[in-house]
């Protein structure tokens, strides 16, 4: 006896397009936000680069001035608060020592060869406006409490990465023959709006697919803990995500530190560039919260990248040198290394600026596909319903084929 045919193909569609319609109207603003503030977040360096004179200084050939020099200036702009971080930037950038509290965000520039105070700059609060760091914490968090704003910017990206999925399902022609090809490829500028837009959205969401994931994994990565760890089990061959440990300093040794009278990060600063005389930039965490924290000073091999970086662990009383996985990135397997790249990846400058330029068309119709798609749906939805004529009436029919033989 045979079965009956069934319509599972039609109805894995419908479902499908139910998928992508309900979860893009969802989570279709906040994908707009996270997106557009991503266009505008991608050039930031170059941006800042040429409306910030000073963070640039005249090269010269002269060493640097150790960090607490750089500590002594900026605490003197800023009395009272704890510095957070200390950046080296390459021979001609300028130094700049950081300081982060629940509010804001405030960076003292210093120039590097004299420790010589060069600008101040406040993100909100009282002060200096910063623009990009008001962008980034509409990216990271929609400008809510982090608390709040990061955990809806992660389930609303990881509903677009299903909506790339259930998208590309629905762009999947039929049938393979040139209409279909030409609708699903080619943009038809000549047609109508309703066209246009239609296109726009199946098209380019189509040719963004690849770097659209790879946007969205790489933020994901940031959101929640339990997808950077699947993803390096995945990226790994099954080892699990080491803890982002620090070596402890040996606090038997604390009598060590007071018969000098260079400070212990002067001392592992030294030591550092001993080794990274080529290296592009240096970040370090000037203030040790804990008597067993090691000093670390981290060496960026690249300018305007993060990820070629080597990373430098100290006992704080021996200066003993201690080694972590993946402290090295020439050193490290390939999971560690996606895990360095995952910044510079997010941000397109793994690939220098023509990266960063494909990942500002990448987010900008990021941006564009919940504003098509919602108009596609809106369109639909005002279409007018096909009606049937009125049948005439008997009697009318009648008169009229009278009349017609008169």
């Known amino acids: 006896m045979k079965g009956k045919k069934t319509n599972n193909p039609s109805l894995v569609r419908r479902v499908n397009d139910w998928l992508h319609l309900w979860l893009g109207l969802v989570s279709g603003i906040v994908v707009f936000i996270v997106s557009i503030t991503g266009c505008f977040y991608a050039f930031q360096q170059e941006i800042k680069d040429a409306l910030e004179p000073w963070r640039f200084v005249e090269a010269q050939e002269k060493a640097f001035v150790p960090p607490s020099q750089l500590l002594d200036t900026a605490l003197a702009y800023m009395p009272g608060v704890k510095p957070t971080g200390l950046t080296y930037s390459n021979r001609e950038g300028a130094a700049a020592v950081g300081f982060q509290n629940k509010e804001h965000f405030t960076a003292v520039f210093l ?20 623009f990009f760091r008001f962008i980034i914490d509409g990216h990271r968090a929609l400008w809510l409490p982090y608390e709040i704003g ?35 490829f080619k943009i038809k500028w000549s047609g ?23 946007l969205g994994v790489t933020g994901l990565v940031w959101s ?18 080491p803890e982002h440990h620090h070596p402890h300093s040996d606090t ?11 400070s212990a990060l ?14 592009q930039g240096f970040y370090m965490t000037p203030i040790l919260e804990d008597k067993d924290d090691a000093i670390e000073i981290i060496a960026y091999q690249d300018h305007g990248s993060w990820y070629n970086r080597n990373e430098y662990f100290y006992d704080q009383y021996t200066l ?14 390939f999971a560690d290394k996606l895990s360095l790249l995952n910044y510079d990846i997010h941000i397109g400058a793994v690939w220098g600026l023509p990266g960063k330029v494909l990942a500002f068309c990448i987010s900008l119709i ?6 098509t798609g919602f108009l596609v749906w809106w369109n639909k939805k005002k279409k007018p319903k096909k009606t049937t004529p009125a049948k005439k009436p008997e009697n009318l029919v009648v008169k009229n084929l009278n009349t017609a033989k008169v």
């Open 224 to 241: 929640f803990k339990w997808f950077e760890e699947g993803l390096y089990y995945v990226t790994s061959g099954g080892k699990e995500l």
């Open 252 to 262: 038997t040794k604390v009598a060590l530190l007071a018969n000098n009278t260079v």
């Open 192 to 214: 109508s709006f309703k066209r246009v837009n239609y296109d726009l959205h199946n098209v380019l969401g189509f040719y963004s697919l690849l770097l659209a994931l790879a």
């Open 320 to 333: 003993e040198l201690f080694r972590v996985q993946g402290d090295r990135y020439e050193e490290a397997g």
């Open 366 to 371: 990021c941006a564009s596909l919940p504003i």
């Open 111 to 130: 120039n590097p060869y004299t420790g010589e105070f060069l600008q101040k700059q406040q993100s909100i609060g009282k002060g200096e406006f910063d």
């Open 266 to 279: 002067d001392r592992a600063w030294y030591k550092t560039i001993a080794v990274e005389s080529k290296a």
């Open 150 to 184: 990061r955990p809806i910017v992660g389930v609303c990206t990881l509903i677009f990465l299903v909506l790339l999925i259930t998208g590309l399902v629905m762009w999947w022609p039929k049938r393979w023959n040139k209409s279909n090809r030409d609708k699903s």
